[in-house]
């Protein structure tokens, strides 16, 4: 069984930065994909960003170019930076990791608060 555990997230102003991050433990193998998901109020939950086990990356486009999606194998750590946010990524931000050979099965973590505002 895999446990994510976020942190980092908080109140910021519009154009701030913060960095999210989440660490992993427990049965940690054959990870496929660990990735960034998000869900404001009365909205479905979307993609923020996602990593490969080989390093490739792909972001949801309303973050591209703010958003940075990075991990450090030798902590089982997983990291957000978001620079020069903007109201509408006011939501709960979820960690999650696709592990598997034949069969995947996704993990999430419990979501830290990240709210943008004056």
């Known amino acids: 069984q895999v446990h994510l555990v976020e942190s980092g997230g908080g109140l910021v102003q519009p154009g701030g930065s913060l960095r999210l991050s989440c660490t992993a433990s427990?049965?940690?193998?054959?990870?496929?994909?660990m990735g960034w998901y998000r869900q404001a109020p009365g909205k479905q939950r979307e993609l923020v960003a996602q990593?490969?086990?080989?390093?490739?990356?792909n972001y949801a486009d309303s973050v591209k170019g703010r958003f940075s999606i990075s991990r450090d194998n030798a902590k089982n750590t997983l990291y957000l930076q978001m620079n020069s946010l903007k109201p509408e990524d006011t939501a709960v931000y979820y960690c999650?990791?696709?592990?598997?050979?034949?069969?995947?099965?996704?993990?999430w973590g419990q979501g830290t608060q990240v709210t943008v505002s004056s």
């Open positions: 990593i490969t086990s080989g390093g490739s990356t």
């Open positions: 999650t990791l696709v592990s598997g050979v034949s069969t995947y099965v996704r993990s």
């Open positions: 427990g049965s940690i193998f054959n990870i496929r994909t």
